[in-house]
């Protein structure tokens, strides 16, 4: 089993920035393909960005590119993965969901069996 906790998320105005954190544990994490999924109220809940194993490969939502990074912490008691957000806007306001799969791919497109509680993210106007 793997557990996922998300923090960081709050309220901010829009264009201002947000960085969200996910901590895993149960499994090796360096064997585990990450990502971060939102769902807005009344929408179905969407892939935002995902990251490889070992960190070389990302993938990005179209309407999150070049505003949001995903990074991963394979490190020994680090094992972590992050979201900055940046240049927010208000539509991104949702609940963003911590994802872990040890197979994921691809990423965008991929089933994963593991998934946190959600972190609220509002982006006020």
């Known amino acids: 089993q793997v557990q996922l906790v998300e923090s960081g998320g709050g309220l901010v105005q829009a264009g201002g920035s947000l960085s969200l954190s996910c901590a895993a544990s149960g499994r090796v994490f360096s064997a585990l393909d990450m990502a971060w999924f939102r769902q807005a109220p009344g929408r179905e809940r969407e892939f935002v960005a995902g990251?490889?194993?070992?960190?070389?490969?990302?993938?990005?939502a179209d309407d999150v590119k070049g505003r949001f990074t995903i990074s991963r912490a394979n490190a020994k008691n680090k094992n972590t993965v992050n979201l900055q957000m940046n240049s927010l806007k208000v539509e991104d306001t949702a609940v963003y969901y911590c994802a872990a799969d040890v197979a994921a791919w691809p990423l965008s497109r991929a089933t994963f069996d593991y998934w946190g509680q959600g972190t609220r993210v509002t982006i006020s106007s």
């Open positions: 990251i490889s194993k070992s960190g070389v490969t990302t993938n990005y």
